[in-house]
T-cell receptor, first 112, second 113 residues
Framework: GENVEQHPSTLSVQEGDSAVIKCTYS??????FPWYKQELGKRPQLIID?????GEKKDQRIAVTLNKTAKHFSLHITETQPEDSAVYFC???????????FGKGTMLLVSP | EPEVTQTPSHQVTQMGQEVILRCVPI?????FYWYRQILGQKVEFLVS????????KSEIFDDQFSVERPDGSNFTLKIRSTKLEDSAMYFC???????????FGEGSRLTVL
C-alpha cells in the first residue's frame, strides 16, 4: 500500500516568514495529493490539493508543488500569520481508490 | 455551510465494553469513511462505505469493528469489545464523489480504561 512521510514534525517561524512542509509518497500510482489544516480541537479542513497532471498550484499565500519523478510534494506558505498556526497533514490517494493515506502531520507555530 | 457532525465528542469506556460512535454525513454525500488518530500519530484509514456496503477497509478494521447506515442519515462505527489500544480520536468523513474532497467531522475521542 501507499506510505506517506512528512517533515518536519514541528516548524517554528516568525510572522511574515515563509514555511515549507515536505512529503514523500511511495506508490507512483497515487494521483491526488491534498493538504489539510487542523487547528487545536477542530476538524481537519482541506486547504489546497493537487493532482498528478499538474506541477504547481497556488491559492493566495498557499502553494503546493508536486514532483512526480521524485515522488514528493510540498506545501509553501508565504507571509505567515499567527492564525496559520496549526497542524498540517499531507495525504495521497491511489488512482482508482477513494481512501487517503496521511502523513504524520507538522505542527506549525507562527510567532508574532 | 453543511458539516459532518459526530457524537459523542468524548467517550470513556471500560475495556471489553461495546462502543458506538455516530456520524451524520453531509446530506447529499454518497461516500462515507471512518479514520482514526492515536494521540501523536498519523491519521489512519479504517473503512469506506458506499451504496450500503463496505467498499474498502484497512487491516485495522478487524472483526471487532463494524459500520452501519441504519436510517439513511446516521453512519455508525461499532467496536464490539474495546481494547486499550482502541483509544484514539475517531474521525468520520464524507464526500460527494468517489474521488471528491473529503469533509471531516470534529472527531469522537474514545478513551478505553
Amino acid at each position: 500500500g501507499e506510505n506517506v512521510e512528512q517533515h518536519p514534525s514541528t516548524l517554528s517561524v516568525q510572522e511574515g516568514d515563509s514555511a515549507v512542509i515536505k512529503c514523500t509518497y511511495s506508490d507512483s500510482a497515487s494521483n491526488y495529493f491534498p493538504w489539510y489544516k487542523q487547528e487545536l480541537g477542530k476538524r481537519p479542513q482541506l486547504i489546497i490539493d493537487i493532482r498528478s497532471n499538474v506541477g504547481e498550484k497556488k491559492d493566495q499565500r498557499i502553494a503546493v508543488t508536486l514532483n512526480k519523478t521524485a515522488k514528493h510534494f510540498s506545501l509553501h506558505i508565504t507571509e505567515t500569520q499567527p492564525e496559520d498556526s496549526a497542524v498540517y497533514f499531507c495525504a495521497a490517494r491511489l488512482s482508482g481508490y477513494s481512501t487517503l493515506t496521511f502523513g504524520k502531520g507538522t505542527m506549525l507555530l507562527v510567532s508574532p | 455551510e453543511p458539516e459532518v457532525t459526530q457524537t459523542p465528542s468524548h467517550q470513556v469506556t471500560q475495556m471489553g465494553q461495546e462502543v458506538i460512535l455516530r456520524c451524520v454525513p453531509i446530506s447529499n454525500h454518497l461516500y462515507f469513511y471512518w479514520y482514526r488518530q492515536i494521540l501523536g500519530q498519523k491519521v489512519e484509514f479504517l473503512v469506506s462505505f458506499y451504496n450500503n456496503e463496505i467498499s474498502e477497509k484497512s487491516e485495522i478494521f478487524d472483526d471487532q469493528f463494524s459500520v452501519e447506515r441504519p436510517d439513511g442519515s446516521n453512519f455508525t462505527l461499532k467496536i464490539r469489545s474495546t481494547k486499550l489500544e482502541d483509544s484514539a480520536m475517531y474521525f468520520c468523513a464524507s464526500s460527494h464523489r468517489e474521488a471528491g474532497e473529503l469533509f471531516f467531522g470534529e472527531g469522537s475521542r474514545l478513551t478505553v480504561l
